[in-house]
Every structure is written in C-alpha cells, then in structure tokens.
C-alpha cells in the first residue's frame, strides 16, 4: 500500500558530500513529518533530521550545520543533503514517513564515508 524508495546512498571520502532521496508512494493521508534515521553497526537508530509539511525542521546535535533537509510535499519527496561528511556518519539511512499514527520506512541505504 505505501512505499519509500531511496536512493542516493553510497562511498565518499571524509569532506564529501551525498544527497539522499526518498519517494513516498501509496495512500499516505495527512502526513506530519517526513525525516532520516540513521543505524551503525553496534549502535541504536537514531534520528539524523525530520521536516514537517509546513517546512519545521529538526537535526541530531551530530549534524547540525552539516546536513540538511528539505522536501517537495507535492512529490512526497524528502531529501537530506550531507556535507562535510565524516567517518562517523557511515550508516544505514532509513527514510521516515508518518502520520503520527502509523509509521512508514524505507529499505534503508548504506552510506559510507571513508579514505
């Protein structure tokens, strides 16, 4: 019924920069936030950025001034741009679509940064 696509994930030295992409597809009605999470091994997911449909954003302390988000409500399309990325960032990125009531992720895409 509903569907995150990403794309964009990949390798990039420290310093690099990566934007991610995330379709929403399906019968998604009254969506609050669209966002990223991020999962490196060992370690909890958690919340890299999330943007309302009225255009508030929020950022993980680790990121701020790094990354950002943005999105296109007519596509129900999110995106994160990563700049000045570090090896700390490398992480499987899920995209995030919900309601408030029912949650929607994505497959999840690698991102690693390395030299």
């Known amino acids: 019924q509903v569907q995150l696509v990403e794309s964009g994930g990949g390798l990039v030295q420290p310093g690099g920069s990566l934007r991610l992409s995330c379709v929403a597809s399906?019968?998604?009605?009254?969506?609050?936030?669209m966002g990223w999470y991020r999962q490196a091994p060992g370690k909890e997911r958690e919340r890299v950025a999330t943007i309302t449909s009225g255009g508030s954003t929020n950022y993980a302390d680790s990121v701020k001034g790094r990354f950002t988000i943005s999105r296109d409500n007519a596509k129900n399309t999110v995106y994160l741009e990563m700049d000045s990325l570090k090896p700390e960032d490398t992480a499987v990125y899920y995209c995030c679509v919900t309601n408030t009531v029912v949650f929607y992720w994505g497959q999840g895409t690698q991102v690693t940064v390395s030299s």
């Open positions: 399906g019968s998604i009605f009254s969506i609050y936030y």
